[in-house]
Every structure is written in structure tokens, then in C-alpha cells.
């Protein structure tokens, strides 16, 4: 129990990447659709507006990895006191923001652009104390 407690903060920012990256995996792979038509709305007029498709299924890609990553990452920290998998994780996390940033921006949705960047500061917390551990 002693090792769970000391390792409650990457426990916690794993957890919160995990629902968050699995969550819209999941709901792209079932609402493909949907998240499409609203893609293609989002990014028409803008250079990104023929590769919505492709993106689209990169982001999912990205999104499925962070989290895998994250939950293996997790059963890594809380068994193994192994955080290798979960600063893997963190960056994949990372990245998938990145990439849903420059859409955003792209997109000129500065407000969902801020939405991004308020999940990013408890990624890139979690890549912070994963490198130093």
C-alpha cells in the first residue's frame, strides 16, 4: 500500500489520461460519423479541410496509444514500481494535445484551442515527474 501512496500523484494524472484519451478514442471509433461531419464543418475553408479523414484516424490512433499506454503505464507504476510504460504514455498524451492544438488553432477555435491547453498542463506535469523519478 506504502508504494501506491508514494506514487499518488502519477497514479492520479494516469488515471485522468486514461479516461480522457480512451473516452474520445472510443467515442471516435463509434460516433465516426459523427465526429466526421463535425470535422469536416470545423476545418472547412481551412488547409486541413481534404485530409480531415486522414487526421481524423491519426487522432484516434494517437488517442487509443495514450491511453493503452497509460493503463499498462499504471499497472506498471502500481505492481512493478516501473514507470517506463507511463512517461511513454505522458508523451503520447502529449502529443495527441499538440496535434489537437495546431488543429484548433488552424481551425481558428482559439476557445477549444484554450480547452487543449488546459489538458496539457496535467500531461506535461506527468512527463515532468516521470523523468525525474
Known sequence: ???????????????FLIITFLQSGIDKVFDWNGNLTWLK???????????VPALLGVVLLSEIAA???CAIGLFQIVVLRDGTVAFYGAIMSCISLLMLL????????????KTIAIYFVPAIFLVFLLQNS
Open 1 to 15: 500500500m506504502q508504494g501506491i501512496l508514494n506514487y499518488a500523484t502519477e497514479i492520479l494524472l494516469l488515471l
Open 41 to 51: 464543418e470545423h476545418f472547412a475553408g481551412t488547409p486541413l479541410q481534404n485530409l
Open 102 to 113: 495546431f488543429g484548433q488553432r488552424t481551425a481558428k477555435d482559439y476557445d477549444g484551442a
Open 67 to 69: 491511453g493503452i499506454l
